[in-house]
């Protein structure tokens, strides 16, 4: 059965939103697995690491799987360290997003995360023998490619998912321009990324929108939204369908999702559900179909 799964929060996000929003998660979404940890910014931990023991009793005690993420990008000592002391630990699943996670993993089981860019057959033969158990593909991976990476990750045993709601994640960057775009620098930035919940909007010199800044990493301006093609996507063997947290009602869109994959919903009457609980965000499934990210390509009608 093809699992549904909540993504680490990207956001600066404050302590009390993350523990009001997990409380959500753990008693009313229907999720399967949730992620927890800090990917984008180090300099963020601090304000909810103590809040973890309690986030992950909660979510566990409500039958939710927990897996521990690492940071997509390592640069300081202190960021090695903390990538190191989490992939140190045997007592919860760890999805790694950096090689220097890769590395202090040691071949011992773990998840690959997007942003170690499983992008072929042979790069997850390659994962797998370092020890991996589960890939979640890059968001940007056209139809064809997923099917082959699903192909190869179901015969060498490994689950595969991939990003079906929220924002995509184009690229992290070692310099932040979250906050060199209100003239401070990355080690003097005062958090200024807590002021942009769903990321931070760019728009074009003719004033149309086209990407979001969250810290380091630049994201799509729309939300991917698969659900359309969620039944291919279960057919060529995803097991994993992922879901991000945006700044929308994510109890209401994993209702969505659910309820389209157990049948209990038209996945057209969700999709237009969905379409009206992202507000203002546009709607996108470009890179799937082979076309430019941010598109919206209508999926053919059954025959």
């Known amino acids: ?36 940890g800090e990917v984008i910014c180090s300099k ?13 009793e909660r979510l566990e005690r409500a039958g939710k799987t927990v897996i521990l993420s690492t940071l997509a990008e390592v640069m300081l000592k202190r960021e090695r360290k903390a990538t190191a002391d989490l992939a140190a630990m045997d007592a919860a699943e ?16 773990h ?14 033969a390659w994962m797998a023998g370092q020890g991996a158990t589960h890939v979640c593909l890059p968001s940007e991976m056209p139809a064809p490619a997923i099917a082959a990476a699903a192909r190869a990750a179901r015969d060498l045993g490994l689950g595969v998912e991939v990003q079906v709601f ?16 209100h003239g401070r620098t990355k080690d003097n930035c005062q958090f200024v990324c807590e002021d942009d919940p769903d990321g931070m909007p760019l728009r074009t010199r003719d004033d149309r ?3 979001r800044v969250n810290g380091i990493q630049t994201q799509s301006e729309s ?19 992922r879901l991000m947290p945006q700044e929308v009602d994510m109890v209401a869109v994993a209702t ?11 996945v057209q009457e969700a999709d237009a559900r969905l379409a009206a609980l992202s507000g203002e965000a546009d709607l996108s499934n470009g890179f799937y179909h082979g076309a430019a990210g941010y598109r919206r390509i209508a999926m053919a009608a059954p025959t």
């Open 44 to 56: 963020r931990a601090p304000f909810h690491e103590a809040d973890l023991p309690a986030t992950i």
């Open 166 to 181: 929220g924002r995509a994640s184009l690229a992290v960057s070692a310099r932040c321009y979250h906050a060199r775009a």
């Open 1 to 36: 059965m093809t699992k549904l799964t909540l993504g680490p929060i990207a956001y600066h996000w404050s302590a009390e939103t993350r523990r009001d929003f997990y409380a959500c998660v753990a008693d009313e979404a229907p999720v399967d697995e949730v992620y927890l």
């Open 111 to 124: 998840r690959i995360g997007p942003f170690m860019n499983a992008y072929n057959e042979a790069t997850i």
């Open 209 to 211: 929108p086209i990407l």
């Open 256 to 266: 969505l999702f659910r309820e389209a994959l157990d049948g209990k919903l038209s």
């Open 94 to 109: 760890i999805e790694i997003n950096n090689a220097a996670g890769l590395f202090a993993r040691g071949k011992r089981p």
């Open 223 to 241: 939300y991917v939204d698969l659900l359309p093609e969620t039944g291919r996507l279960m057919a060529d063997g995803v097991t994993h369908l």
